[in-house]
Every structure is written in C-alpha cells, then in structure tokens.
C-alpha cells in the first residue's frame, strides 16, 4: 500500500453525515455527488478548498448519524484521499474501506492548519507532519488493508468468488 | 458469555467469541430502502453473480421518498422495482410504511438471527430480540450476494434497568436520557445490552424505540436481553427507571438531552409525531389522547406519520384519524416524512421543531438553522396544543 500525501483541510469533532452529504442530494446520480460533498456545513464551500488528492483531518466521531454511502463517495468525488479523524463512526468508517476511500484514526488536528502538506503511512501507522514531527497510531488492520488493495468491498468479493471475468475496473471513481 | 457473544457465536458456527474477534456470520434477513438501494443495486450487479442468495431473504423498501418528491427520486424507485421483479426479491411499495415497522410485522427475525439493513435505524430490532447491523450500500450489496456479514465481536456495554417508568415517561425519554449519559460516540463498535427487571413493563414497541437510537450512542449492535444481570461485560450502567422525567434533546445533536422542564416555553413552529422511532399504535395514541376534542395550536404545523398502513388502518378503526384531524393536525401516508429533510414538511430559518424523530442535526429537516428538539410523542403533542415545548401531564 502506497504512502499518501497531500493538503490538509482541517473540519471538527462530530462532522455528521447531514452535513457531509444533505439529505435533498441524497437521490443525486453518482457522479454528480461530489458537487455536494461538506455541502451541510454552514459557511464552507468546499469546492473552493478542496483540491484532488487531498486529506481531511477531523476529531471525534467523524461520520455520525446515517448510513448514507453518498457521504463517503462525495468525498471521494470531491478529491479526498483520505480522512484523517480522532476517531470515526462505525458505518460511516466501513462505508468509505468499501467504496475504496481509506480513513485512519489518528489525533493531529492540535498539530495541523488547512493547508498544511503530510504523509500517510497507513502500513505502518505513520503520520509525516513536517521534518520534526511524526505521529505513530495504530495501523490499518489487515483486513482493512486487503479491501483497500482490492479497490473496494465490491473488488473483494468478486476475488472471494473466483469470478473469472475481471475485465472492466470496477472502482467507484 | 454475554448474550450478544452467545448469539453472534451461533451465528458464526463457532462454539466460542471473545471481543475483537473477526468472524463471519450468516443473515436472516437483507434489506435496503429507496435512499441506499439504488446505490446497492448498482454494485452488486457489478459483482456479477445471477441470484441474490435467498430470495426470500432480501426484502426492499420505499418508504423514504413516496410519493417521490424529485425525478431522480423516482428513477431510484424504477431501479428497484425492475430489479425485484430480475431477482425474485419482496418490494414494499406504494405506502405500505418504514422498514424498520415491515421487518417487524412482516419479517419479524427470531431471537438472536442476524438481520442487516443498509439503514442506520436496523438496531431497531433489538427491540424484539434480534441483532439488527446497520450498513451501507456496498455492504448490503455483498451481503444480498453471498448471505454473510463480517464483523468483529464487539466489546459489550450493560445497561441494567430496575424501577418503573413515571406515567409520562415513554421509551423515548429513556434512550434520550441514555444519550445524555454516554454521549454520541463512547459506544462506538461496542455492543449495548439492556437487561434487569425494569425491562419486563417495557412493551416491544417501546423497546423498539429504544434500541432504535442507539445508533445515536454510536453502538453497533443494541439488544435488550433479559430480566438477568449479566456478568460477562466490558462494565454496567445501573439505572432506576423511575428516576426519569421526560427528556429532549435540544439543537444539534441527539446526546444534547436536557430534562423538558429546562427548555418549556420556547414557542414552537411545526411538531412531528412518527417515524421508525415514534411512529408505531402506541405512539399515535398519545395524539389521540391529547388531541381529542381540542385544537392544535394555529402557529403550529402538526404532522402525524404512521409508520405503516397496517397502523394507519388500525387508526381509522379507532376514530384516531378524525379527532387529529378536527384537531388541525395533518395525517401523512406511512413513510419517513420530513425526518431526513427530502419532503414532507421541510423547514425554513424561522422555524422550532419539536419531532419524535431521531436526529437534529443542523440542516436535518432542510435548513441548517432551523432548531429542531427530539422528543416522545406525548411531550410532541403537549407542545403541538400549547404552542410551546411543554412537559407532558
């Protein structure tokens, strides 16, 4: 698994599912979702701040509230790499392994500013702040690891299955 | 052995589970709804198997957009009835009411049956025994494939009940009062089990209610066990049921739970009684009873959603229907309503909502000011009369 860099955008604790993807975009076709994504949260144009291949670092319990895959997947739309969160909610944390979207709990917002450049070690469990600074917390397990390399949960099963025709690349883009 | 370890160990073929274990395990029941099964849909055909793995076992619903309040709405709709009719699968439709109520009265799992909904609301089913895991599209779309969920065993908190309720005091006010007591996110991938002698004057529907929102709590399975103390869990919360008022939740999360009391008087703009938390006979009832021969207050849209047809028939039966009507309140076809923001009842800047519904987050109901409180039903319909949060008689 490859290591992640690049730009920080820094959210809060408890950042919900209403707020990640509101409820009126929840019937949006897929590949309209990221026009979406942050769009609960008030005063934030997220479009304006995010940029491809970027990382959301958050606090406590990012992802509360509902199921919704359209949460994870406008946040992938959007450009987002990966979420970097002191902790995350249960669903909301699956739900962006299956997409293929990888999250990894981890506390650095005391560290950080929007803006801000790191890298991701998700094996190892290694944040690169700057020169001076790295933060150890536990890595991906394996099993996280094993869908994430797959491309998704959808990926996996399909390998699981021994289905034999793989042709097309089935990841979420 | 805690009773969620004794379950899920059955459910994995497996003599024995300890927390953290990472185990597979065989579901009863999969089920989607009009928001997260077109998503499903489209990736489990990207799987590229022929059948889902046991017809009878995959169970969808329209219940959170109908009549479909956008076109993308209804072309989600057409998804899922051309792939019922492909696969051989049960489509709920047209009214017929949330899923949470249909898997209870139409697919009711047995006691300890593993029952996996992409809604976060399926630990509803704690309520009558059955372990309830809510999760996403994709999950759900692996799950209608191949009939098994992989989960780790979760750590187990207790919840031990002894006491009885006061008569204004629902379940609704209990699992409100747990959230002011845990918080949004100390249970998270932990299990919570509600046993003690206080749960035998607990009925289903109010169980159900409780375990409904332990999602809220962040937990991942929530079950209410037996009268018996168990002594094989992570810790255990002592609670005197009869100890409790009547609880609100205040803007903007279902934990910021304050006793009614604090916040009675604050004048009110719209009032929802239902949903899959509060939307069941029972919950109709306190309108009935508080509407009968009186008038909701003129500044106060009043909006009852029964949670299935079957419950709105037995409202007609009982006259319920004509005496919230008479009252000035609207009664909705069975469905999600305005919980979720879609349709129903959307909110503007100006507006205080008091809803039985399950969470308040800010732009919930479609507009991020908008001030919603979470309540039981009698609480709702107090305030709908008065104009004002009210603590119920």
Partial sequence: MDKIKGKII???????????????????????????????????????????????????????????????????????????????????????????????????????????????????????????????????????????????????????????NAAQSLQVK | MNLIEKYLARLADQEEVVPEQDITC??????????????????????????????????????HIYPAATQKARDGVWLMEDFAKEFGIQLYHRGQGVIHQLMYEKHRAKPGALVVIADSHTCTCGGYGAIGIGVGSTEMAAAMATGKLSLNVPKVIQVYLTGNM????????????????????ALVDKGLLITGPGISNIPVEERMTICNMGTELGSMITLFGTTDREMDVEATKDIDLSGITPQIAKPFTPANVVPVSKVAGIPITQVVIGSCTNGRLNDMEQAAIAFRKKTV?????????????????????????????????????????????????????????????????????????????????????????????????
């Fill in chain 1, 10 to 164: 820094v959210l809060f604790d408890d950042v919900d599912t209403d707020q990640i993807l509101p409820g009126y975009a929840m019937a949006e076709p897929l590949e309209k979702l990221g026009d979406f994504a942050m769009a609960g949260v008030p005063d934030m144009v997220f479009s304006e701040v995010a940029s491809s291949g970027c990382i959301l670092v958050a606090g406590r319990n990012f992802g509360c509230g509902s199921s919704r895959e359209q949460a994870p997947i406008a946040l992938k739309k959007a450009g987002v790499a990966l979420v970097v969160a002191k902790g995350f909610s249960r669903i909301f944390r699956r739900n962006a392994i299956n997409i293929g979207l990888p999250v990894f709990a981890s506390d650095i917002l005391e560290y950080v500013k929007t803006g801000d450049e790191i890298e991701v070690d998700l094996e190892l469990g290694i944040i690169r702040i700057d020169d001076n600074l790295e933060i150890v917390s536990a890595p991906l397990s394996e099993d996280v690891r094993k869908t994430l390399d797959c491309g998704g949960l959808i990926e996996r099963v399909r390998v699981e299955l021994r289905i034999e």
């Fill in chain 2, 26 to 63: 065989r579901i009863s029941y999969v089920a989607a709804h009009d928001v997260t099964a077109p998503i499903g849909i489209l990736m489990f055909r990207k799987i590229g198997v022929n059948k889902v793995f046991d017809p009878e076992r995959v169970i969808f619903v329209v219940d």
């Fill in chain 2, 166 to 185: 006061k008569h204004n005091v629902f379940g609704k006010d209990i699992i409100l009062y747990l959230g002011s007591l845990f918080g949004t996110d």
């Fill in chain 2, 297 to 393: 207050h003129p500044d106060v849209n009043t909006l009852i959603v029964p949670a299935s047809k079957e419950i709105l028939d037995q409202m007609e039966t009982r006259g319920w229907c004509k005496i919230i009507r008479d009252a000035g309140a609207t009664v909705l076809n069975p469905g999600c309503g305005s919980c979720f923001g879609a349709h129903e009842g959307l909110v503007s800047e100006r507006d205080v909502v008091v809803a039985t519904t399950n969470r308040n987050f800010p732009g919930r109901m479609g507009n991020m000011k908008a001030h919603i409180y979470l309540a039981s039903p009698a609480t709702a319909a107090a305030s709908a009369l008065t104009g004002k949060i009210t603590v119920p008689v």
